[in-house]
């Protein structure tokens, strides 16, 4: 049964009507009860990204055909900085295609990445008029950061969404972010015009206006991505989850821990989850046969194996573990760390004991993950290595 409703007088003042209208374009439908928390955190700094952003260009495009004798118009560099996107930028997407993996694993930092690379190449061309003699290596190098720059932020955009889907409304959520992303950087290139007509129509006001643009373009995408209660367990999620079960005995859902995220350092060791280390090969763990053996005995049937040391704790998962293996090796190296800490024994002495503890609590505890909205059925450790038999 389908129902269609008609609004056949509308007595809400304009300003509601237009409020609602610009709703309904830009934002999906149901909204706000059809998105996770801090959507609309995340919708406010994507604008002001793609604004900074899309004024930044115009500068830079026209740095370049200074730079190569020209003495172009505003428009004329605005139109021109819709057909700068080849040459060495190809070779910069082909470069970047092979660390989708890694994308899949971090997301929010190859985001981030993508916007300081593709800066780097707008510096580059802004500062093309201070060296003519080297425009074409200028322009060459800063194609190919915006090349790179171009598929990480494309391949980073879907995980970034599917964090907000709600309500399967991905589709709808990918459309309203691309709408408000288009509006801005339409009013972006407007204020690039602008800018380039008047105060930075000389190298002098470049240098002035270029720095903060791109600082607010990089605050923005920053905030962005700290905005998006990313669903996805990696080693850096992984982790974080587990630290705070073993302090607080309470499972976190992603949207409290989207603000703890290390984006600048991601591989960092967490001390409380028992300071894992995953990824690495296993001939590099476990130098001994009788080693591997004496872990496969302690460990029966299971996709992981766990190795200690002094600094951290090795955790090797086989070919075909998913994040449900991942959780049960990460909480039995956390466990033992803290039996450890407590003088109960040495870290591979009290390994038996931590894999009981764990098998006790372990489907409540994946139980209680679910219900939080965490995906468990894959473990996104970013091409790390891992064993077969």
Known sequence: MQTKVK???????????????????????????????????????????????????VLSTQSLLFAAGLRPTPAQATA?????????????????????ARMDSEPKS????????????????VLSPLCPHLFLEMAGLGNFAKGLAVVAARATRLPIYSSFAKEGNLSDLFAKGEAIS?????VGLGAGIQLASTVCSSIQGKLIAGPVLSAIHIYSVVEEMRAAPVNTLNPQRTAMIVADFIKN?????????????????????????????VGQPLCKVLNKSSKLE?????????????????????????????????????????????????????????LPVAYEKMESIFPSFLSELKTRGWHTDQFLDGNGCRFAF
């Open 182 to 186: 288009t509006l801005f950087n339409v």
């Open 7 to 57: 609004v056949v007088s509308d007595s809400r003042p304009i300003v509601q009507r237009m409020l609602d209208s610009f709703l309904n374009k830009f934002f999906p439908s149901g909204y706000p009860y059809s998105v996770n928390e801090g959507y609309m955190t995340y919708t406010q700094f994507r604008a002001l990204q793609h604004f900074s952003s899309a004024a930044l260009s």
């Open 80 to 100: 021109v900085s819709w057909i700068l996107k080849d040459g060495m930028q190809h070779a910069g997407k082909l470069i970047c295609s092979n660390m989708g």
């Open 249 to 277: 005995g309470k499972v976190s859902s992603p949207a409290d821990l989207r603000y703890q995220e290390n984006l600048l350092f991601p591989d960092r060791l967490i001390e409380e989850a028992g300071s894992v280390m």
């Open 110 to 125: 190859w985001r981030i990445l993508a916007d300081v690379l593709y800066d780097l190449g707008t510096g580059l061309e």
């Open 294 to 350: 004496q872990l496969r005995d302690t460990f029966p049937k299971e996709k992981f194996l766990i190795s200690c040391n002094n600094k951290w704790t090795d955790l090797v998962l086989e070919q075909s573990a998913t994040g449900e293996d991942a959780l049960r090796g990460w909480l039995v190296a956390a466990f033992a760390a803290d039996m450890e800490k407590l003088g109960l024994g040495s870290s591979q002495t009290v």
